[in-house]
């Protein structure tokens, strides 16, 4: 994987010769250091090679309108969040890290420690979110406050150099990731076929789409599966062979790399609203298994695909270079505008649902007017009030209901990157609270259970679907205002109140029962 490199520092790096041999001393602040530049970098910069894909099915006639409108938006996203105040996505992820440590690298033993110390520099000294919540028994938790802990896994390795693969990665499309207990029978063509259609098709869009889509099959161990796909997703591994040498060492196969994507294509998902484009790429590693075992894991990494990879030399410490100026693809980036109509949210509940009564599934229609916020904690918490007799807030029953967690709020803004969240995560509520005349109209992103659909229904409901990924552009071009006016105490998962404007949203599930997708 060729890619290019800046110094972060050379302070606090030197060789040192000890008997015969040269080791590469690095002070343990050098670590600190460079992860807190990394998780800065991850918050508000991709790889130029990942905005070019973006841009070109923007910029492609051939691609759906729906699909071109999610890519040029995303590309306007990572724009205003190049500035440097708003990040790529409000789940700013869980800070993971990858590290080989040279067998002749000198650090004084706590590379841990001192990784861990730049995490919670990156998530204290920038506006990002608090998503790592620490459990206060079985059932009961409560948010960290500084998004630690990290995943940290330091191997070893020859020589003096020490390299590192930085992950920041969201509750969205870490929820992706399944790993299924396969055998002999699956390990032929008919089998694989028809197994990558039905894990392919079932991915949804929840995730934030374009993906790039990972499948791994065989593994000494679950565990090494997993690993593989985790780093494969990365890029890590895409310079394996590409034909296996019977040794047992893993290969990458293009054939069915090939052939996953137009599964993908065939599945009619595209970039979140319809379309093609569901992957922008796909990796399909083959690895030994044991004779009686054949784990094989399917994951995603989404639009914000955000890792990077680090390094420690004799030169000093250095840190992948992003891409800093992503306007120069604007101009590619141009669509012409989707036909749109407006909603006038501070309308009583009745009106709303009228409006949105006009425009079928899969219809856009812009936002403008009051909604309130909310999502797991909120919903959790609700439900067990009502459940024990209490009525239901009258903020459930007279606005629209938007599923989303923001980030912290920099100074100047109304809030913070401010995205949709998961939708699915909140079905088992809707049939409950619909039929108390609550959440009639939601806002989320990805498909949702059939249950949701009968409920909309049967109730005269309807699910709203915005851009996954557009957290920045979200915040900073719809979002008019922000207060919390419930449970304070859940952070960022609080319950607010939002002025929105123009906020663009497609009808996925209508009264009618009628859908999207």
Wanted: a negative charge; charged letters at 20%.
């Amino acid at each position: 994987m060729s890619r290019q490199y800046r110094k972060v520092t050379g302070d606090g790096v030197s060789l040192e010769t000890i008997g015969d041999r040269q080791f590469l001393n690095v002070q343990p602040q050098v670590l600190t250091q460079l992860a807190a530049e990394a998780f800065h970098d991850l918050s508000y910069y991709l790889r130029p090679d990942h905005l070019d894909e973006l841009a070109a099915i923007a910029a492609d006639s051939g691609a759906m309108p729906n699909e071109r409108f999610v890519c040029s938006s995303l590309v306007k996203n990572a724009v205003i969040a190049a500035e440097g105040k708003l990040p790529l996505c409000q789940d700013t992820g869980t800070a993971t890290i990858f590290a080989w440590r040279g067998e002749r690298v000198l650090t004084g033993g706590a590379d841990e420690e001192m990784l861990t110390q730049g995490v919670a520099k990156a998530w204290a000294d920038n506006h990002l979110r608090f998503s790592q919540v620490a459990p206060l028994g079985m059932f009961d938790e409560k948010n960290t406050g500084n998004n630690l802990p990290a995943q940290i896994d330091i191997a070893f390795s020859p020589g003096e150099e020490y390299k590192f693969m930085f992950i920041a990665k969201g509750g969205g499309s870490a929820n992706k990731t399944v790993l299924f207990q396969g055998s002999r029978a699956l390990l032929n063509e008919k089998a694989f076929s028809t197994f990558l259609k039905e894990k392919i098709g079932g991915l949804g869009v929840a995730a934030c789409p374009p993906y790039t889509l990972v499948v791994v099959v065989g593994g000494t161990s679950p565990e090494a599966n997993l690993k593989t796909m985790k780093l494969a997703s990365t890029g890590w591994y895409d310079d394996l062979p590409t034909a296996p040498d019977g040794s047992g060492s893993p290969y990458r196969d293009h054939e069915w790399e090939r052939r996953a994507c137009e599964i993908a294509a065939e599945s009619g998902w595209g970039a979140q609203f319809g379309g093609l484009h569901l992957v922008l790429e796909a990796r399909v590693i083959r690895m030994a298994r044991h004779a009686g075992s054949c784990p094989v894991s399917v994951g995603v990494s989404c639009s914000a695909h955000r890792n990077m990879l680090g390094k420690i030399t004799a030169d000093g410490a250095f840190l992948e270079i992003l891409d800093t100026n992503p306007a120069r693809l604007l101009k590619k980036c141009e669509i012409e505008s989707l036909h749109s109509a407006s909603i006038d949210l501070d309308r009583p509940m009745p009106e709303i649902l009228l409006q949105l009564a006009k425009h079928p599934a899969g219809s856009l229609v812009m936002l403008n007017g009051t909604m309130v916020v909310a999502r797991d904690m909120a919903h959790a918490r609700i439900f067990e009030m009502v459940s024990a007799g209490e009525p239901v807030p009258e903020y459930f029953k007279n606005h629209p209901v938007y599923y989303a967690g923001p980030a912290r709020t920099p100074p100047g803004y109304a809030i913070g990157s401010f995205g949709p969240t998961t939708a699915q995560r909140m079905d088992e509520y809707i049939d409950f609270f619909m039929s108390r005349g609550a959440s009639l109209v939601t806002l989320a992103k990805g498909n949702r259970a059939e249950s949701v659909i009968k409920a909309c229904a049967q109730y005269g409901g309807f699910y709203l679907g915005t851009i996954g990924g557009a957290a920045a552009l979200i915040a900073s071009e719809n979002i008019i205002s922000s207060e919390v006016i419930d449970f304070p105490e859940f952070g960022m998962e609080a319950v607010h109140r939002i002025k929105v404007k123009n906020m663009p949203a497609f009808v996925i599930y209508d009264a009618q029962g009628h859908r999207l997708y």
